[in-house]
């Protein structure tokens, strides 16, 4: 059973850089029949996708987002990460990491999602 | 950029069938799945590519597509049915949520 876990601080302050990383259990991330992406939700309001990684490298972001964002892979670890930076009191959200399907160069569906972890931004 | 539009609430009586629409321009040449949300827990995938229903996924889910409009249907509505749905699309190399839609069983 694909397992995935996000890691990293609850807490950033207002102008720093919000680091998370993703650690995929149960299956390889190097498959080019999955991408790897972060959506987040900010308090009782909708999802928000941020980006999506493949194993290779090949990214797609948020448009909306995309000036702030890094999105990286370790094969090594099996993991993938995202870095926001500048983040502000809008930034804040519950954090979720997900497996998405695809083919070719068309994204489908996320079909296994992490627990989420809430980043509050505040000084 | 591309957008999802659903309605923000729809309410049901138990043992009849919700239907919950998402529209957007040109929705038919994309495939939409469906999440489910319910207080507190991560997105759950009931819907994929339109009309598949994913293994495990009860089979009182249903989608279909006509035109512009995607739609979820819930049959046999239950208690354990209430939740925020989202549809999802991809567009123009990017992942589009709508805007969800609060289901409430009265």
């Known amino acids: 059973q694909l397992q995935l876990q996000e890691s990293g601080p609850g807490l950033v302050k207002p102008s720093e850089t919000l680091s998370l990383t993703c650690s995929v259990s149960?299956?390889?991330?190097?498959?080019?029949?999955?991408?790897w992406g972060w959506v987040r939700q900010p308090p009782g309001k909708g999802l928000e996708w941020i980006g999506s990684?493949?194993?290779?490298?090949?990214?797609y972001y948020n448009t909306s987002l995309k000036s702030r964002i890094t999105i990286s892979a370790d094969t090594s670890k099996n993991q993938f990460s995202l870095k926001l930076s500048s983040v502000t009191a809008a930034d804040t959200a519950v954090y979720y990491c997900?497996?998405?399907?695809?083919?070719?160069?068309?994204?489908?569906?996320?079909?296994?999602w992490s627990q989420g972890t809430l980043v509050t931004v505040s000084s | 950029s591309y957008e999802l539009t659903q309605p923000p609430s729809v309410a049901v009586s138990p043992g009849h069938t919700a239907i919950i629409t998402c529209s957007g321009d040109?929705?038919?040449?994309?495939?939409v799945c469906w999440y489910q949300q319910k207080p507190g827990q991560s997105p759950v995938l009931v819907i994929q590519?339109?009309?598949r229903r994913p293994s495990g996924i009860s089979e009182r889910f249903s989608g279909s597509n006509s035109g512009n409009t995607d739609t979820l249907m819930i049959s046999g509505t239950q208690a354990m049915d209430e939740a925020d749905y989202y549809c999802?699309?991809?567009?123009?190399?990017?992942?589009?949520f709508g805007g969800g839609t609060e289901l409430t069983v009265l």
């Open positions: 999802q699309a991809w567009d123009s190399r990017a992942v589009i």
């Open positions: 040109n929705l038919g040449d994309k495939y």
């Open positions: 149960g299956g390889s991330i190097s498959t080019n029949s999955y991408y």
């Open positions: 990684i493949v194993y290779s490298g090949r990214t």
């Open positions: 590519q339109d009309d």
């Open positions: 997900a497996r998405l399907a695809v083919s070719g160069h068309v994204l489908y569906f996320f079909d296994y």
